[in-house]
């Protein structure tokens, strides 16, 4: 049986949101799997901390002095506000580049803040505050690094795309694997869950440095991989090293995570319906489930446990939990 994410009015269920999930341990063993483990599903902004990855390998990073909060920044789906646009403009400026180099196209900031505030100063969403421009800035990086021309580093045949694509298949241990174009027009795989989670188990064994190298990076700065209040940045917070969560598109997420009873754990998660509300309450539910949080960090976490619904007037009128249904 699948997690159903369930929402009440009142104390009737009206809606309910199915999440599938698979866990893979230090050995390489599933440990936990719900609904269907081969679902395949498009993997979208959880890839990022492996497509720093191959940029990393390659020594691009190294090459354009890019820090670790700007490693960060390229792990990240940030929210748009300042420190986010500050951080790359940094990566850019390093690059020689600027912002009109982008190929990832704008959008306003999801930071209600920020978006706001752009507004009512009318000012025009540019790449900058695209919520993957950290991700770009390190695809221009490569593109630099390779000598091979900035021009169209989103296009599948483009150098840079290849250096990732096969990195990400030697991270698998799958080829040919089918692609897509993602929101911000770089190619996008569709995976199993398994694989994603397999692939997020590497990341949490430190065998791959340059895989640790990106995990450290979003440890040291949480605040760039998601933003104020963004379920990534407080989880990696709050497990303090032990792990890290990465959201994608359309309600994918990988996690990997350090424990002393399993090894390196790497976690795949997907809402079949792909709604964003239902994501960080089923991760702290199958988390709760599996016996992987401590108590601190579960208090520092609670408010994703259960989430109460209000009206127009302020009327609390239900709530959506998870619920594993065994």
Request: include cysteine; glycine fraction near 10%.
């Amino acid at each position: 049986m699948p997690i159903s994410c369930r929402v009440t009015r009142g104390d009737l269920t009206e809606s309910i949101h199915v999440a599938f999930a698979v866990v893979v341990d230090g050995e390489g063993q599933t440990i936990f799997s719900t609904g269907d483990p081969y679902y395949l599903t498009c993997i979208r902004s959880s890839l990022k901390p492996f497509q720093a990855g191959a940029v990393i390998r390659s020594g691009a990073i190294d090459a354009a002095g890019f820090d670790e909060q700007e490693l960060a920044l390229m792990c990240a789906s940030h929210k748009g506000e300042d420190m986010h646009v500050d951080t790359a403009l940094s990566m850019l400026s390093k690059l020689g580049l600027g912002v009109e180099d982008y190929e990832c196209g704008a959008h306003y900031p999801s930071d209600t803040v920020s978006r706001h505030a752009m507004i009512a100063d009318k000012k025009t969403a540019l790449p900058i505050h695209n919520n993957c421009s950290g991700k770009h800035a390190g695809m221009l990086a490569l593109a630099k690094y390779l000598g091979k021309g900035i021009q169209g580093y989103v296009n599948n045949d483009h150098p840079v795309q290849k250096v990732i694509r096969e990195y990400v298949s030697k991270i698998c241990g799958q080829t040919n694997i089918p692609t897509e174009i993602d929101g911000c027009s770089a190619p996008t795989p569709f995976m199993t869950l398994q694989m994603i989670a397999e692939m997020f188990q590497v990341m949490a064994s430190d065998n791959k440095p340059e895989l640790k190298r990106a995990f450290d990076a979003m440890v040291a700065y949480p605040e760039m991989v998601g933003g104020t209040n963004h379920f990534d940045s407080m989880f990696i917070s709050a497990l303090k090293g032990r792990g890290v969560t990465k959201v994608g598109g359309e309600s994918v997420r990988g996690v990997a995570l350090k424990t002393d009873s399993h090894g390196p754990l790497g976690m795949a998660i997907k809402i079949l319906d792909g709604n964003f509300r239902a994501m960080p309450l089923v991760t702290m539910k199958l988390m709760e489930h599996l016996e992987l949080l401590s108590e601190n960090e579960k208090n520092k976490l609670n408010k994703f446990r259960t989430k109460k619904l209000t009206n127009h007037n302020g009327l609390e009128i239900g709530h959506i939990e998870a619920h594993v249904d065994f």
